[in-house]
């Protein structure tokens, strides 16, 4: 806890002074660029992977980047989404998985989830392709864990991509033509994000020309304590 505070104080005596106009303008409302659809993993931040000031995403974080049918609303991601299309005008939607995902290990390791009943039931989300594709993979002795679970992690994503389709907000923009509906995978280790292209139905790398082409003025005074 003491490292948190610490890091406030710097917060406060360092960046929140370089940063006010931008603080005093956000305290009078928000105009994101994005819904942001990623895991709760503490590895997965989707600030600082986008190089994005405070205001410039709108995320929604939860175990798995699920996205429930509109009708689940205990979670609380389908009022979210709701809000952002409908509200705050967001011109994308993105649903980002990740490598390493704790909650894609548990679908291929059911025994993971013995003594978690409501991480079982949420994963209930996780979606026909990745339910289909879990038992398919039983009987794939030549791949390895690793190669599962980035199967799974990908088919999850694009599950996600359709369930956010039967949303009534999202259905009626989509329409509209009035945003953009994107599925990423982010590597942990690498840095490296790919993004699915529905064309090939397969996943590409999301720049062009690797990491280096797409030159970005560092904020980590914002970001990085």
């Not at 610490?6 to 360092?14: N, S, V």
């Not at 389908?78 to 995902?101: M, N, P």
Request: hydrophobic content about 40%; aromatic content about 6%.
């Amino acid at each position: 806890m003491q490292r948190l505070i610490d890091g406030y104080a710097r917060f406060r005596a360092k960046v929140y002074p370089q940063h006010s106009k931008l603080f005093e303008r956000l305290a009078k409302g928000q105009q994101p660029q994005a819904l942001f659809i990623c895991c709760s993993d503490s590895r997965v931040m989707p600030e600082m992977m986008m190089q994005c000031d405070p205001g410039d995403l709108f995320p929604c974080r939860n175990a798995g980047n699920l996205v429930p049918p509109a009708t689940e609303t205990n979670s609380g991601v389908a009022a979210t989404v709701e809000y952002a299309i409908r509200v705050l005008k967001v011109a994308d939607v993105v649903v980002c998985g990740h490598s390493d995902c704790g909650a894609m290990k548990a679908i291929l390791e059911k025994e993971q989830l013995e003594s978690l009943p409501i991480v079982r039931s949420w994963l209930e989300h996780a979606g026909p392709s990745s339910k289909w594709l879990t038992r398919t993979l039983k009987g794939a002795t030549s791949m390895t864990f690793e190669e599962r679970l980035q199967a799974v992690t990908e088919a999850n994503v694009i599950a996600q991509m359709q369930n956010l389709k039967t949303h009534p907000a999202v259905d009626e923009a989509l329409k509209k033509g009035t945003i953009g509906l994107h599925g990423w995978m982010y590597d942990i280790a690498s840095g490296n994000i790919r993004r699915f292209d529905p064309q090939l139905g397969a996943f590409c790398a999301l720049l062009a020309d690797g990491p280096s082409s797409a030159p970005v003025e560092a904020k980590q005074e914002l970001k990085i304590a």
